[in-house]
């Protein structure tokens, strides 16, 4: 496998305070359910995400459930800073989840989902629910805080028939005593389609200085960088880091960091070991047939804007082992090249 370059010439020099943490830059991993697994996670940090966040966790699994969701606690050696991301539908089930959650954690802070728009979710009380349920929003703040770690709702842009507009929701949040709101600038109706409001976003950045992480429609370094222009301490890169795995690398890169070359034209070879690592590190920690699934998710992005590369998705196809897959990618060198 070919070793990898260091992602930056130079180090960071100018840290990013984000929401009680002080991180390296202001670009995040945002919550992915279904894929900012441990293994992801150190992926994207590899490639230059300050701080990443679990997927969402149901805290009525964590209390009541066989011990399958205590695993998606996990942090994995090396992780950078990491939020988890709970999601109930009372702020009881949720105090005392985190209560287990939080007992010597290594997590540096602690995210509520208010914003999740599933009908499975919506069902429990939990997720953008909790958007009808303000008192019940900001009582689930003020429990938390009381635990110590920095408390991250994440919150979307409030419609106007919700009993609170986007600004009241917010001011409530930071009253309870959040240290930060992620704001997605989507209403729960529009799921994750249309797109995202980015004046939302700037008018709560403006009312809630350094308060206000923003989400949505982040797929190239100046939309993250047109946020964080407008006063928000960070940003969460979440679809975008998924169809293009160099976008942090490259939003550094825009805002003037020192990053290896590699990492903004990044060659076949580069692409090649990258793959063969991810899918290595996820079959080895979720077994063979969860890396393949894993490394396809990933594949498109991946080998993007290379000629031979839909040959490579199409054979890829084909496997549902990692290890047969690999053999393919690693294989795969020969037919993989830049268009010029
Ligand atoms: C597949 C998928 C899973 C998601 N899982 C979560 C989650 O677990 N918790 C959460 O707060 N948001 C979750 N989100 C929302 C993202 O964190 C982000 O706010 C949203 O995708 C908007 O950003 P984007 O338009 O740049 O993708 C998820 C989104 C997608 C597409």
């Not at 939990?126 to 958007?131: D, I, N, T, V, Y």
């Not at 797109?195 to 923003?214: N, Q, V």
Request: charged content about 20%; proline content about 9%.
């Amino acid at each position: 496998m070919t070793p990898l370059p260091p992602l930056l010439n130079a180090p960071l020099s100018v840290p990013a305070e984000v929401g009680g943490l002080t991180l390296e830059s202001p670009l995040l991993l945002a919550p992915l359910a279904g894929i900012t697994i441990p293994p992801l996670r150190l992926f994207f940090a590899g490639l230059g995400a300050a701080a990443v966040h679990t997927e969402m966790i149901s805290c009525a699994g964590l209390l009541w459930s066989n011990g399958k969701t205590d695993a998606m606690l996990d942090l994995l050696p090396g992780e950078p800073p990491a939020v988890v991301q709970l999601f109930a539908g009372d702020r009881d089930t949720l105090a005392r989840a985190a209560e287990k959650v939080l007992k010597d954690t290594p997590y540096k802070a602690v995210g509520i989902n208010m914003a999740c728009p599933m009908p499975k979710v919506l069902k429990k009380g939990a997720g953008s629910r909790l958007m009808k349920r303000p008192e019940e929003a900001f009582a689930m703040v003020a429990a938390l805080v009381k635990m110590g770690l920095p408390v991250w709702p994440k919150i979307r842009k409030c419609p106007p028939d919700y009993p609170l507009t986007t600004e009241e929701f917010c001011r409530g949040l930071l009253d309870a005593g959040a240290s930060l709101v992620c704001l997605h600038g989507r209403t729960p109706a529009q799921r994750y389609a249309g797109d995202a409001d980015r004046e939302i976003i700037r008018e709560m950045a403006a009312e809630f200085p350094g308060r206000i992480c923003a989400s949505g429609d982040v797929y190239t370094p100046s939309q993250a960088v047109g946020y964080l222009e407008m006063g928000c301490p960070a940003v969460l890169l979440a679809r975008g880091a998924v169809a293009d795995p160099f976008l942090f690398a490259k939003t550094l890169a825009f805002m003037g960091h020192d990053v290896h070359n590699s990492y903004i034209n990044p060659p076949p070879d580069l692409r090649i070991s990258l793959m063969l690592r991810l899918g290595d590190s996820v079959s080895g920690y979720m077994g063979p047939r969860i890396g393949a699934l894993f490394a396809k998710r990933i594949m498109a992005g991946m080998f993007k804007g290379l000629r031979g590369s839909a040959a490579l998705r199409r054979k890829a196809a084909e496997h549902s082992c990692w290890t047969e897959l690999r053999g393919v990618i690693e294989q795969s060198d020969s037919c993989l090249e830049r268009r010029e």
